[in-house]
Structures are given as C-alpha cells and as structure tokens.
C-alpha cells in the first residue's frame, strides 16, 4: 500500500484501466484516487503522468502504453488527437457500443438508483459520414485564412480540410469558400481586435432530397465581392440550392443577428418516412436523419399510441415526432418556445397535409400548467441539460399515462427519473448510437403511471 502510495505522490505511475468516464476517458483508481486519461481503453495498463489535480479526482497522461486492449483501432482522422470532436475514434464501433450501453447504465444506478434491464444499444447504419450540417469557424493564421473546429481545451482554430463524420459536400463546400474568401483578400473576425470579416461558415444538406443550404455569418452587413463570390460558388457546386447572409454582433451566438437570403427562397427541405421538412438556418432538425428514422420508429413503437390518444409533444422544434405519430392518434398538441421552430412546425404541418396537429409557442411548464386537456401520453426530447424542474412538477400534477423521453444525455435523464419514478414505472429503457465516434448516445425511456 505504502509502494502504491508512494508511485501516485510521484505523479508518474503504471496503473490499468477498471472504467470510463462519461466522456469516454479511461478511469484507473488507486488509494481512493480516480484518475481519468483520455485515450486509453478498460484492460489497458500504461505508464501515466499526473497533469492536473482536482479535490475528488486527478487527470493524467500516458507517458508509455504497456498493453493493448483487442478493442484498440487507429484513428481514420488525421486530427483525432488535436480536434477533440471526435472522443471514441480509437475504440472498435463494437466497443463504442458497449461504452455508450455501459454510460446508461451506470447513469440510472449511481444517479437514480435504478437497476433495470438495458436494452441493446441500436447501431447506426453510418460509423461516419452522416452529419447533415456541418459548422466551421474562421481565423487568421499569418496571411492565410483559415477554417476548421477548435483545438482542445483552447479557443485556437485549427485547420480542417475533412471532418469524417460530416456529409462530405459540406467540408467541400466551406473549403471552395475559405479559398474564394482569401483570393479576395477578406479577414477572418478578430472579437479582440474587432476587425476582420468572416466569423462562420454552415452548410446543411437534405440527405434524402440532396438540397444544400450554405450559411455565411459575418461581423458586418456589407459583402464586398458577394456577386463574384456567389456565382463561383454556384458554378463549383451545383447542388447548392439557397444562401444566406447572416449579420452577427455576438461573440457568443452563432446567429445572434440579422438574415439575408442572397440566393434562393432561404431553406431547403428535407423527408423522413415520406414526410416533408422545412430547414432554416436556425432550425433543429436531427443532425444524423438516417439514424433518426430509426430513433423516431422505435419511439413511436414503444409508446404504442391509441388511436383515441390526446399527446403533448414538449420540445416539439420544427414538429418531427408531432407529425410521424399524428396518423396513429386523435390529436397531437406540440410545443416550443422558440418561435422560428413553432412557425417552421406549422408550415411542415400545412406541407404534409395533416389535421390533427396544432402548434404552440410557449414554454412547456407554462403550456402544461394551464392546459386543462388531460393528455394520454406526454412526449419529451429536451436538450442536454434535461427537463426544468417546473415542467417536472406540472408533469407530476398532469400524471399521464404514459410519458415517452427521448435523452441525448443519460446523467439528466437520470436525475429527472430520480424525481419521477415515484409516480412511474420505468418500463423500458432503449439506447441509440445517433453520433458514431462521439461519447455521445440517445436513450428512448417509457415511464407508465403507476
């Protein structure tokens, strides 16, 4: 013990990997030390540098890799170990799988304190390039300009001329941009400076209808060149169907400012299951739409609706799910407080023809407390950080009879189930590979009024 002690105080020591963290880092423990170190996998023993210390846990550093686990793969990026948008590219897909099922579970036991049956992980059909939209930032590196993801851990722009888990049209597409851009002569923004031009660039494509929105956003109204520019994009990319100007004044929000269509009506559409999709710049829509056909199936099978159901979709966006289970119900009431995604929701409700849907923009606590319908089954997709405490009280006072929550993040999820399975039953819970070679993962959860 005292050795062991000893090796840890040193800050370098061999240890070997027993778990992994959330994000997918490899957990060594030792002495009630937890020491998380990207890029190793559970089996592996390596020698490790203790780089930072923290009250509960420690970071570390593999100075030297002594074993190898048979899940080990060398990463396909060439920017794996500087981008850090990609977490899992070193692990098997199989592997992957099993670290996303084990981060579920290990979720609702440690903390909701649920034991349950997992069902097996649904793969994706597409381990890479299957994102729809891809989002680069601009800096200037010298005299040239360039574009790509953040390098980890710091707000320095590294160049990207691929990302592998983005629809390729999309990397081709700000790459033709960044080099019209510098032939002529335009600067990237500089928030400290506050001169240069260019801030981002977006491209979202409509995977099942091939249309392409190309999004330029900028420090300033004006676009010098916009007509040369333009027409050399078009002629490079044909496919290219709208382009918007976007004006934004925030250093924090990508769109934070004023739109101007340039080319095009400003959206493109997308279809799932013979639906059809309006696309903003500013709409959510599902970045893997191969993968959410099967998501949104699964959904829908495991709620099992009546065709006499009354459903509240909170968190509706541009009105997805609202519209895939409305066949199979009487009527489906979705919600947003967005109010770009409830008008999109609308047109997508007129596009597809459907009767039985209405949409409201609203925040879902205020909606479900005042609402006097009592709802058969209530369906939530939140974003990250879970459902707000006052929509979980409103829930708890509307008891449905069914609550379907789709989670892109298991640890919300849990502490929302933490709260509700006093009033529930977790009757099944269902996760989903939506983000291949990312520590990211979809769960579906059916909870059933008790």
């Known amino acids: 013990m005292n050795n062991q002690k000893k090796k840890i105080d040193q800050k370098i020591f061999k240890g070997k990997v027993v778990d992994y ?24 023993e390596a020698s490790i540098k203790i780089t930072k210390e923290n009250k ?18 060398i990463p396909k990026c060439q920017y794996f ?25 290990n979720a609702l036991q440690h903390i909701s304190k649920l034991y349950l049956k997992i069902d097996p992980i649904i793969p994706s059909s597409y381990e890479t390039k299957y994102r729809n939209k891809i989002q680069m930032s601009f800096s200037n590196n010298g005299k ?91 002629q490079r990319h044909k496919n290219i169907n709208t382009i918007i100007h976007h004006n934004s004044n925030s250093n924090y929000h990508t769109l934070g400012g004023e739109s101007r269509v340039i080319y095009g009506e400003g959206y493109i559409y997308d279809e799932i299951k013979n639906y059809k999709f309006r696309i903003t710049p500013e709409s959510f829509y599902q970045v893997n739409p191969y993968q959410a056909v099967k998501l949104y199936d699964e959904a829908i099978k495991v709620l099992n609706p009546k065709k006499g159901d009354l459903v509240l979709d909170a968190y509706c966006g541009v009105g997805t799910i609202s519209l895939l289970i409305s066949k199979k119900v009487h009527k489906v009431f979705g919600v947003d407080n967005i109010k770009e995604a409830i008008e999109d929701a609308k047109v997508n409700s007129k596009l597809n023809e459907s009767s039985n849907c209405e949409f409201i923009c609203e925040k879902a606590s205020i909606y479900l407390e005042n609402s006097k319908i009592k709802f058969n089954s209530i369906i939530v997709d939140p974003p990250r950080d879970g459902l707000k405490s006052n929509f979980i009280n409103a829930l708890i006072i509307n008891l449905p009879e069914k609550i379907l929550y789709i989670s892109c993040e298991p640890s919300s999820l849990a502490r929302d189930l933490k709260q509700l399975k006093k009033y529930y039953i977790i009757s099944k819970v269902l996760p989903v590979d939506m983000f291949s070679q990312t520590y990211h993962v979809e769960t579906i959860t059916l909870l059933i009024r008790k």
């Open 21 to 44: 963290s959330h994000d997918g880092r490899g957990v060594i423990k030792i002495n009630k030390n937890v020491i998380f170190v990207p890029n190793l996998l559970i089996g592996e």
């Open 56 to 73: 509960n846990f420690k970071i570390g550093q593999v100075q030297e890799r002594i074993t190898t686990s048979p899940e080990r793969v």
């Open 81 to 105: 170990d500087l981008c850090g948008g990609c977490q899992l590219q070193h692990m098997s897909y199989k592997h992957q799988l099993e670290m996303k099922h084990l981060r579920v579970k």
């Open 144 to 234: 040239d300009l360039i574009c790509g993801f953040y390098k980890q851990k710091t707000q320095n722009i590294i160049q990207i001329n691929e990302c592998l888990i983005e629809h390729p049209e999309g990397n081709t597409i700000i790459q033709s941009l960044r080099k019209l851009l510098q032939s002529y002569n335009f600067k990237a923004y500089d928030p400290i400076s506050k001169k240069g031009w260019i801030k981002y660039a977006i491209v979202k494509k409509g995977v099942f209808t091939n249309q392409i929105m190309l999004v330029i956003v900028s420090n300033d109204k004006m676009f010098r060149k916009e007509k040369q520019i333009v027409n050399e994009l078009l």
